[in-house]
């Protein structure tokens, strides 16, 4: 079928193919487990004539909370064959949030696990329980359940909801973006196209369900006969699991967001992956250094830079990256969408000036759920389609067409930024800081890390009456309703926020600003172990205030500098530390773990290493490299050429990476 077919539930009709041509192929694997695309479709008629049952149908919509597994796909399947929308709710998100997004939806339903049952938002509405196995009598009858399900979704069309997704507003609440089904469609069809799948191909479903690449993560093998591959949850974010993940099931093709993609790169011990094929990449810049990188690590495999708004369905550009080009660009628009770079005056703008993108086509959503002004301002009339009725969506993102007629990505006209792939509005985190007693104003800026691969929120406030402060009921505040990867690191206290001529806030001083009330509270530290470790937190964040009596997550880390944390531990310590772990802990704790593993005579010279290499004379930077010659042996066993010269450039190179030396003083 082509892209431009006008027929709703396309891509349910695809799989129902593959059902019929290969019912024992494997559809997903998880752990242990593996679901024959005849299982998962049996599974799917059932739970969704539960659904029906319940009232499900066109435009209804249904909450999906459950954790990365296979019944993840037999619900998400369900909703769809029920003829209604999911969305995808993260159990870990603040219940408040959660709360907001089924009341605003409107979903009156929940598919769910066990365990997610008692959280309140869930408990109030209607629930539904993914059945985990499919019995052979469940087998013998599915031709009829079809036919059941056939009746049930007949006035399902294209322009009927598919999924609704959450992302961040800046009034302060998140906003629902509807995507139809002829937007889902046309964006797997694309896909299965463009980049053809065999049926033994295995797709790495590394998404979380709230980021709309899991749409193609789940869907792209299904309608091609390949098999998802789900890690276990959290596994997403652990470079070694994944790296042995892929390497075992022989994963073919994998998305990662350039900040995952980064930190999966510098594993010290990436192995080859002989079957991996293809590598995407979106949800943030894509960097040249990257490209090259990727190069080393998988020589022969296709690097493929994709952009799009959740707005326009997962993916409205794409661009392969064969060349040198710097920046990379986001290239040209997938089938059946346009894309226009304009003016204030929404006229086209010349070659190589920056203007506004604009995203037309099929791949428009509907809309904001609930929000018809806001989707008025955002959802234009397309004044460049010749099909009546033809909206394009406003992006706020700045771009140029290049002289060879690629679209190269320049930043955002607004305060919005990505952080770990997640679109996030400074204005709803700023309206969230407001809401609380104790603050009058609050800003919020997004300060890159000196590496240039992440960076950090940085709230500045005004407090009622001048009085301090209490930072640990603000951050209660926040958790209440925001995800943890919008909790500001720091707080910072102000008589009066800064403002420019024009009587508006002056958000340059304030990302210029360096200095921090909250860093942590700092309270010195006293171990030898735990001062190197404050050392490793402080260089991740950015700040030199480290309080050791509180967690990693409450220093600002997050799931991606975690990863990190443990992989300069165990460079430092040789002392694997599993990332879960790294999550309750706080820093003196961590010590005793740390020191419980190594010996004595090793801790105390990588410690004294550690901490001198912070103010000393080449000298006696030289010198102490000597020292931790023994603990590179392996490392040093791999290299070649003058000895004395390798131990030194290695153990140089080893300190970089730990982030505790003066990287002018060592070069």
Wanted: glycine fraction near 8%; charge should be negative; charged fraction near 20%.
């Amino acid at each position: 079928m082509s892209a431009s077919d006008p027929q709703g539930d396309r891509v349910l009709s695809l799989f129902d193919q593959q059902v019929t041509k290969q019912p024992c192929a494997i559809a997903a694997l998880f752990q242990s487990r593996a679901i024959t695309y005849l299982e998962l479709s049996a599974l799917t008629h059932s739970l969704a004539h539960r659904l029906r049952g319940l009232g499900v149908g066109p435009d209804s919509i249904v909450g999906i909370a459950l954790e990365r597994s296979i019944e993840m796909v037999v619900g998400v399947l369900s909703v769809l064959r029920a003829g209604g929308a999911y969305l995808p709710l993260d159990p870990t998100h603040p219940g408040e949030r959660l709360r907001f997004m089924l009341d605003d939806s409107q979903a009156a339903v929940v598919v769910t696990e066990e365990k997610f049952l008692q959280l309140p938002p869930i408990a109030e509405r209607s629930t539904l329980l993914v059945e985990s196995n499919c019995s052979t009598e469940r087998l013998e009858h599915r031709a009829d359940d079809r036919g059941e399900i056939a009746k049930l979704v007949t006035h399902t069309d294209s322009k009927n909801l598919a999924y609704v997704i959450y992302t961040s507003g800046s009034t302060g609440r998140p906003k629902g973006v509807m995507i139809q089904r002829q937007s889902f469609d046309n964006q797997i069809e694309w896909m299965s196209e463009r980049y053809p799948l065999r049926a033994g191909d295995r797709v790495l479903q590394l998404a979380a369900l709230t980021f709309d690449f899991s749409v193609v993560e789940l869907f792209w093998p299904l309608v091609a006969g390949a098999t998802i591959v789900l890690p276990v949850q959290g596994g997403e974010k652990d470079p070694e699991y994944l790296a042995a993940l892929l390497l075992s099931l022989q994963v073919t093709d994998v998305h990662f967001v350039p900040s995952m993609l980064d930190l999966f790169l510098a594993h010290p011990v990436l192995p080859a992956l002989p079957s991996l094929r293809r590598l995407f990449s979106g949800g943030e810049v894509l960097t040249p250094k990257l490209v090259r990188r990727c190069r080393v690590a998988f020589p022969g495999v296709e690097i493929h830079n994709q952009y799009g708004p959740t707005e326009t369905t997962v993916n409205a550009t794409h661009w392969e990256c064969v060349g040198e080009e710097n920046p990379v660009p986001i290239g040209s628009a997938v089938g059946a969408t346009s894309v226009h770079v304009l003016d204030e005056l929404l006229q086209p703008v010349a070659e190589n000036e920056v203007g506004e993108i604009f995203i037309g086509g099929v791949q428009v959503a509907r809309g904001y759920f609930g929000k018809p002004a806001l989707s008025a301002e955002r959802f234009l009339p397309d004044p460049f389609s010749a099909v009546p009725g033809q909206r394009m969506f406003r992006t706020g993102d700045l771009a140029r067409f290049s002289s060879n007629g690629t679209l190269q990505f320049t930043g955002r006209v607004d305060h919005q930024v990505k952080i770990r792939g997640f679109r996030v509005e400074l204005g709803e985190i700023e309206a969230v800081l407001a809401q609380a007693p104790q603050v009058l104003q609050a800003v919020v800026v997004f300060r890159r890390h000196r590496t240039e691969r992440h960076g950090q929120l940085i709230a500045f406030l005004v407090a009622r009456n001048r009085i301090a402060l209490n930072l640990a009921d603000l951050r209660q505040h926040l958790a209440r309703y925001l995800p943890n990867y919008m909790i500001p690191l720091s707080f910072i206290q102000l008589d009066a926020l800064p403002v420019g001529l024009s009587g508006k806030i002056d958000r340059m001083t304030l990302s210029l600003a360096t200095t921090s009330v909250d860093a942590g509270s700092s309270s010195g530290s006293s171990g030898t172990v735990e001062r190197v470790l404050c050392l490793i937190v402080a260089d991740l964040v950015g700040t030199p205030s480290i309080d050791p009596a509180i967690t990693l997550l409450e220093q600002g880390l997050d799931s991606i500098t975690i990863v990190q944390f443990a992989v300069r531990v165990r460079e430092l310590f040789q002392v694997s530390i599993p990332v879960r772990f790294l999550r309750r802990p706080i820093i003196q704790e961590i010590e005793h773990f740390i020191v419980g593993r190594v010996q004595q005579e090793q801790l105390s010279v990588v410690v004294s290493s550690a901490e001198r290499a912070l103010g000393m004379s080449e000298t006696e930077c030289r010198a102490m490299l000597a020292k931790m010659d023994p603990l590179q042996d392996k490392e040093l066993e791999a290299l070649s050429g003058d000895n004395v010269w390798a131990r030194q450039l290695t153990l140089f190179r080893f300190l970089r990476t730990a982030g505790l030396a003066d990287a002018h003083k060592l070069e």
